[in-house]
């Protein structure tokens, strides 16, 4: 069986498909197993850590895809040997880390647009030994980075960012970080506190963070952080909301096996609340700190039966899906898919705490509503927020803005409005080069 140019038999592609999309429409209730690819999260903090490690990690079924080649490709530039070897999983190698002995500079690194490799890099520069120039793809240089500008030279990196207080910036690093007490704002981005934590094992005395601001977002991508330090032999002191305490010490090298993305995992189990029938995702640990762990909850609320059996997890679709109030702060990430759910419920949504999202690849809030409105769909930017009001849908373009997450929506909405042409499907390789193959065979019914 062949679509959109895949044999949907065949071993899953490397690479997602360019230029646009018709997504198809759902034209019986689905009956599908969907096994997703690793998590983007976890692979990018474990090849950190890996690189700071006192010996070599193995990394079995990471995820690879735009993100992750980026962050393999920035811990190369500083020395690290990040090498792919044979795996079991479907969807590529497993990848041995190897750390210097130490990290070097006079290189540049380009963070194109995955804000983990922007955060969680730009603290390993000042352990480098030389200049290092970090920039990333001109799409993405309005994300903030100026919390940590401000943070590294508090903790005396010299940086030089021509006054921007953004990327592109060079860091003359020398070889070390003392650390010691920090106090940053990091309401922008939980990554400004992951990003610290990782590498504060290896400054000179580790760290005492403490955020200052009124609210942090995405708390459980920092306790998948500290999760992942723990596992290393790294134990990070919590002594108060917004604090930690990180000893000087070095992680281990560990053999380390990747959750499947719980995250990427939403559309496919949403498309059975707007298809109908079921769809089931294997190897769902029973306990995640990634913030998709919360998917089942949530698509409870909106009226889908949801099934434990075997490790997996599955779905089906109710007769209606429901409209909710719901605070996402903890889980904003998965937003797009919930937003694109209630743009097909009974009655309207609103979702709050998500302010932060206008500063992901692209204001997401912005371009959701735009989206919605341009095919029948009331929708209200909130300041902190988006408000959904139902109405009946039409087909029309739906514009990815270079976002992941905004391009997998559409496909969505699609399995129930005939004509949604997203623009740009290739821009799901950031996180997923398989979504459009994985879509269709969900379609077909292939496991």
């Known amino acids: 069986m062949t679509m959109h140019?895949?044999?949907?038999?065949?071993?899953?592609?490397?690479?997602?498909?360019?230029?646009?999309?018709?997504?198809?429409?759902?034209?019986?209730?689905?009956?599908?197993?969907?096994?997703?690819?690793?998590?983007?999260?976890?692979?990018?903090?474990?090849?950190?850590?890996?690189?700071?490690?006192?010996?070599?990690?193995r990394l079995s079924a990471p995820l690879h895809s735009v993100d992750s080649y980026r962050m393999g490709d920035a811990l190369r530039a500083l020395g690290v040997r990040v090498d792919r070897v044979p795996g079991e999983s479907p969807f590529g190698e497993d990848v041995e880390v190897t750390p210097p002995r130490?990290?070097?500079?006079?290189?540049?690194?380009?963070?194109?647009?995955?804000?983990?490799?922007?955060?969680?890099?730009?603290?390993?520069?000042?352990?480098?030994?030389?200049?290092?120039?970090?920039?990333?793809?001109?799409?993405?240089l309005h994300r903030p980075m100026g919390t940590m500008i401000k943070a590294l030279r508090d903790l005396g990196v010299d940086i030089d960012d021509g006054g921007s207080w953004s990327l592109p910036?060079?860091?003359?690093g020398h070889g070390h970080i003392r650390g010691g007490e920090l106090e940053i704002d990091a309401s922008g981005s939980s990554q400004f506190v992951s990003g610290?934590?990782?590498?504060?094992?290896?400054?000179?005395?580790?760290?005492?963070?403490?955020?200052?601001?009124?609210?942090?977002?995405?708390?459980?991508?920092?306790?998948?952080?500290?999760?992942?330090?723990?596992?290393?032999?790294?134990?990070?002191?919590?002594?108060?909301?917004?604090?930690?305490?990180?000893?000087?010490?070095?992680?281990?090298?560990?053999?380390?096996?990747?959750?499947?993305?719980?995250?990427?995992?939403?559309?496919?189990?949403?498309?059975?609340?707007?298809?109908?029938g079921?769809?089931?995702?294997?190897?769902?640990?029973?306990?995640?700190?990634?913030?998709?762990?919360?998917?089942?909850?949530?698509?409870?609320?909106?009226?889908?039966?949801?099934?434990?059996?075997?490790?997996?997890?599955?779905?089906?679709?109710g007769r209606q899906i429901h409209g909710v109030d719901l605070d996402l702060s903890a889980v904003s990430e998965l937003t797009p898919t919930l937003v694109g759910l209630a743009a097909l419920a009974d009655q309207p949504s609103t979702f709050t705490g998500i302010g932060h999202i206008r500063t992901h690849e692209t204001d997401r809030i912005a371009a959701l509503t735009s989206n919605l409105r341009?095919?029948?769909?009331?929708?209200?930017?909130?300041?902190?927020?988006?408000?959904?009001?139902?109405?009946?849908?039409?087909?029309?373009?739906?514009?990815?803005?270079?976002?992941?997450?905004?391009?997998?929506?559409?496909?969505?909405?699609?399995l129930r409005t005939p004509g949604i042409v997203v623009d740009d499907i290739g821009t799901t390789g950031k996180t997923m080069p398989q979504f459009v193959w994985l879509w269709q065979r969900m379609l077909a019914g292939l496991e």
Not at 293 to 298: K, N, P
């Open 374 to 414: 341009a095919i029948g769909c009331g929708a209200e930017e909130l300041e902190d927020g988006i408000r959904i009001i139902p109405a009946p849908l039409h087909g029309g373009e739906w514009k990815s803005f270079h976002d992941h997450r905004i391009a997998t929506t559409g496909a969505l909405i699609g």
């Open 196 to 276: 610290l934590l990782l590498a504060a094992p290896r400054f000179d005395v580790g760290l005492h963070l403490k955020h200052t601001g009124e609210r942090l977002p995405s708390v459980p991508h920092i306790d998948m952080t500290i999760d992942r330090l723990a596992h290393r032999g790294v134990h990070v002191e919590h002594p108060s909301p917004g604090e930690w305490i990180v000893p000087a010490t070095t992680p281990r090298g560990k053999t380390v096996e990747i959750e499947p993305d719980l995250s990427n995992a939403a559309p496919f189990l949403a498309a059975a609340m707007v298809a109908g």
């Open 102 to 140: 130490a990290l070097t500079g006079g290189c540049e690194i380009d963070s194109g647009q995955a804000g983990t490799v922007m955060r969680f890099v730009a603290p390993l520069l000042g352990l480098a030994e030389g200049d290092v120039h970090m920039t990333a793809d001109a799409s993405a």
């Open 5 to 57: 140019g895949y044999s949907l038999e065949s071993a899953p592609p490397t690479e997602a498909p360019r230029g646009s999309f018709a997504a198809p429409t759902a034209d019986a209730p689905l009956a599908a197993t969907v096994t997703v690819p690793g998590s983007k999260s976890l692979t990018n903090r474990e090849l950190i850590l890996a690189a700071l490690a006192d010996a070599p990690s």
């Open 278 to 317: 079921s769809v089931t995702v294997p190897s769902w640990p029973a306990r995640s700190t990634q913030p998709g762990g919360h998917l089942t909850e949530i698509l409870s609320l909106l009226g889908a039966r949801v099934t434990r059996r075997g490790g997996a997890v599955t779905i089906t679709g």
């Open 169 to 172: 910036f060079t860091v003359h």
